[in-house]
């Protein structure tokens, strides 16, 4: 597993040279964890997660909404995207996907994302074993959509989200925007595709967690301790990101397809890095996929991905169910299932 790592990352670096050769240095001290609305940069795909999250330049249709809202400017039939995931310390991630041609206006299109960690007891220094009480985390985002082929070989496209993160009783609300656009030299040929993501207002918590009791004068005789007040939370970002990539089809025999795809990504809240992998189908019935996340970061935590997928047909609907493993080093593997529905 070892040797295959290292192949896997020596080829892909020497093949995307081009593409990060622009990229400052990582500095010293990054911006981890300043942004909020994180669980907006879980990927929801699990073919494109299973090929590296490689997605930005691949025409995808439903599945590439994420990386790229351009990517939905082809879709011509009804379709629709429902994926679980089994995050890290069993947090359920689910996420919904539904698009709606439009005819010559373009393509509508809609999702919802929704992160939720289950009850977890609150304990205190005082009570560490527990209060009796229960809290909950959950974060969701409602985002609406539209793409549109401006010609047979560039589309753009736009989602606008609505994103709530809660914690108990104290909530942060916010409004992002993704912005994309896929240049295609040939439908068969070379795919160049860039896209903004996350891009909106910054955020606070509020709410009655946030609220206390505080003692004015301390230590002086015949004061109230119990003073009403709250705590002020400072505005956070959101974590923007911005992805350029390229993807090549191939066809070494006339029932396979191979498609090769790279992505370099800059975010605001990490360093740089590039994402790459390598997806093989036959007869457009199975596909085997291969994918590499975060070449050249060295802090990052994510790693291998493999996945697999099939297609097929029931009455009038198209479907494919994907699957996808992926390596996230010291916090575990993840698990991601998608099923995809055309009519």
Do not use: C
Request: hydrophobic fraction near 40%; glycine fraction near 12%.
């Amino acid at each position: 597993m070892g040797r295959m790592r290292a192949a896997l990352k020596a080829g892909a670096v020497g093949a995307l040279l081009a593409l990060v050769a622009p990229a400052a240095p990582a500095p010293a001290q990054t911006r981890t964890g300043t942004s909020v609305g994180q669980f907006m940069l879980i990927e929801p795909s699990a073919r494109f997660t299973a090929i590296g999250n490689a997605g930005v330049a691949v025409d995808g249709g439903l599945d590439g909404a994420y990386y790229n809202p351009a990517a939905v400017g082809r879709i011509t039939r009804l379709a629709f995207q429902l994926t679980h995931i089994d995050w890290l310390a069993d947090i359920r991630y689910d996420y919904v996907a539904t698009a709606i041609p439009l005819g010559g206006w373009g393509i509508g299109f809609a999702t919802v994302t929704s992160l939720n960690s289950g009850e977890i007891d609150v304990r205190t220094v005082a009570q560490p074993l527990g209060t009796g009480e229960r809290y909950t985390v959950s974060d969701i985002a409602l985002g609406l959509g539209f793409a549109r082929p401006i010609s047979d070989r560039f589309s753009a496209g736009l989602q606008v989200r609505y994103v709530q993160e809660t914690i108990w009783h104290t909530s942060a609300d916010m409004v992002t925007f993704d912005v994309g656009s896929l240049y295609r030299i040939r439908p068969d040929g070379l795919h160049i595709g860039s896209s903004i993501t996350n891009f909106g207002t910054s955020a606070a918590f509020s709410g009655r967690d946030l609220r206390i009791t505080y003692d004015g004068a301390p230590g002086q005789s015949g004061d109230n301790s119990t003073l009403p007040g709250q705590r002020f939370v400072e505005d956070h970002p959101v974590p923007v990101l911005f992805r350029v990539g390229v993807g090549l089809p191939w066809r070494p025999a006339p029932e396979w397809r191979i498609w090769f795809s790279a992505d370099a990504h800059h975010p605001n809240f990490n360093p740089e890095r590039v994402n790459a992998g390598v997806e093989a189908t036959f007869r457009d019935l199975a596909s085997l996929r291969i994918g590499y996340q975060g070449l050249l970061h060295e802090d990052s935590e994510e790693g291998l991905a493999l996945g697999a997928g099939f297609r097929g047909q029931l009455q009038s609907f198209d479907y494919r169910v994907d699957y996808a493993w992926s390596d996230h080093g010291r916090l575990g593997d993840v698990h991601r299932l998608t099923l995809a529905l055309l009519h």
